[in-house]
């Protein structure tokens, strides 16, 4: 991944950008403006913030620092700094309006094609393989996941349509799948792309476990309802527990009961649950609670990935689950093509050499694990991407959802979030230690 042809990346980079721009574009024209300038829920932004700190965040990094222009509107760095104005607060900012941050970003756009055209993918860590141009179309496509999530919190009538994923057979194969023990590789050192916190590859001893072959689904969790399971502090951490009770939460967030069945609230449409689809809006504490009820456990992180990468065939880790080649519609559910989770079992064709499936898409996926940085890890280009984030109070998700680009994707991806939130596209799959 290291060798490849720097106008492959080129092209790789414009084209990602253009994505990403089709899909904010959309997220930020399919309703009214004062959709776009109301706060939809004290822990998001307006829209209109997600759309101009996109076009500032690609000033400062593809204008500023790689092509050493002079700022364009200075005065506006404060507002759209993530760490200078917590979400809640910036409803209340002098914000551009939606139209003036439209222009502002397009305007940004345009310059930093320029500079993509002209500039050299060598030279600087920056700019090397291209990787400031990645970075920030990851960063608008980790923003349009941000406003998906948004969408989903507004009420209101429906403004976001998309197919239906294939439907799938049931799925009959194994519930789970045995992972060797030993050591692996972990996180990347080749990988143009790859963020700060992914890096470098490392070796990792793992000992022998067993890890569920899909996601966990919504019938499947419905049954530790039904069994009692909110009801029950043997099955919750102690802060977990506190927190439910506390909060009164007792089912997936947008989950209502209807007699004996559940309904949900999506994108501006009540259903049925869905029983065969992977479970989403939990959070880590019901993640943890599910698993002790189930008697498993979360995967750690380390176990998350060596299910997806490794290859015993090669012993060596892959870039995804199926190999080496960027994701298809065939792999995973990917990029908003579909605004909900596949069935389980769906996606063969992107399952692990192990037989694991959908480790990739549809929802991401709560680990044990605290984020913490590897072993050497360097702080690359910014300090508040990844680095001051690091500790306990954050838990590891893993293998992106259907919300999130094939960018922003990958087998060694990183995110993270307080184990108290559920208004990410997140569920989970469980594992157990081999031999218990
Ligand atoms: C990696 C999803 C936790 O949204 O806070 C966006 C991504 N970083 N802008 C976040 C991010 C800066 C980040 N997560
Ligand atoms: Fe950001």
Redesign the pocket.
């Known amino acids: 991944a290291g060798t490849v042809d720097p106008e492959v990346l080129r092209e790789r980079a414009v084209a990602s950008l253009v994505v990403a721009r089709e899909r904010t574009t959309l997220l930020t024209s399919c309703v009214e403006e004062p959709d776009l300038t109301a706060q939809h829920s004290p822990l998001m932004s307006p829209l209109v913030w997600d759309l101009a700190?996109i076009g500032n965040?690609e000033e400062q990094w593809l204008l500023r620092a790689v092509a050493g222009h002079e700022a364009i509107r200075p005065e506006i760095d404060g507002l759209y700094d993530?760490f200078e104005h917590p979400r809640a607060e910036r409803p209340n900012l002098p914000l551009l309006s939606p139209a003036e941050a439209r222009a502002y970003a397009a305007d940004v756009r345009g310059r930093a094609l320029d500079v993509l055209e002209s500039h050299a993918f060598h030279g600087t860590r920056l700019t090397e393989a291209g990787f400031a141009f990645g970075m920030i179309a990851q960063?608008e496509q980790?923003?349009d996941?941000?406003m998906l999530i948004t969408h989903q919190l507004r009420t209101g009538p429906q403004a976001l349509t998309a197919p239906d994923p294939e439907p799938a057979p049931l799925f009959t194969g194994p519930s789970e799948v045995l992972v060797p023990g030993g050591p692996f590789t972990m996180g990347t050192s080749g990988e143009p792309w790859a963020l700060d916190n992914e890096r470098p590859a490392h070796r990792r001893e793992v000992a022998p476990f067993r890890i569920d072959t899909t996601p966990v689904t919504n019938g499947a969790y419905q049954a530790f309802i039904e069994d009692g399971g909110y009801d029950d502090p043997r099955w919750w951490a102690a802060d977990g527990w506190a927190h439910i009770r506390g909060h009164g939460i007792d089912a997936p967030l947008f989950w209502r009961r209807d007699g004996k069945q559940f309904l949900r609230r999506r994108f501006g449409v009540t259903e049925v649950v869905p029983p065969d689809e992977p479970v989403l809006h939990v959070c880590w504490y019901e993640a943890d609670a599910y698993a002790r009820w189930a008697g498993r456990r979360l995967p750690t992180e380390a176990e998350w990935e060596k299910a997806a990468r490794y290859d015993p065939a090669g012993d060596r880790s892959m870039r995804y689950p199926w190999g080496d080649a960027e994701p298809g519609p065939e792999h995973a559910n990917l990029g908003q093509r579909h605004l909900r989770p596949a069935p389980a079992g769906s996606y063969p064709a992107g399952e692990s050499p192990l037989g694991v499936r959908q480790l990739i898409g549809d929802v991401w996926e709560w680990t044990a694990s605290d984020f913490l940085p590897y072993p050497g890890f360097k702080a690359f280009p910014y300090k508040?991407?990844s680095e001051v984030?690091f500790g306990p109070e954050y838990k590891v998700l893993r293998g992106g959802s259907f919300a999130v680009d094939a960018v922003a994707c990958r087998g060694t991806f990183?995110?993270?979030?307080y184990p108290i939130r559920r208004q990410i596209f997140s569920g989970f799959r469980t594992a157990r230690s081999e031999g218990v």
Not at 414 to 417: T, V
């Open positions: 700190h965040q993530a960063h980790q923003h996941e941000t508040e991407y984030f990183r995110n993270w979030d």
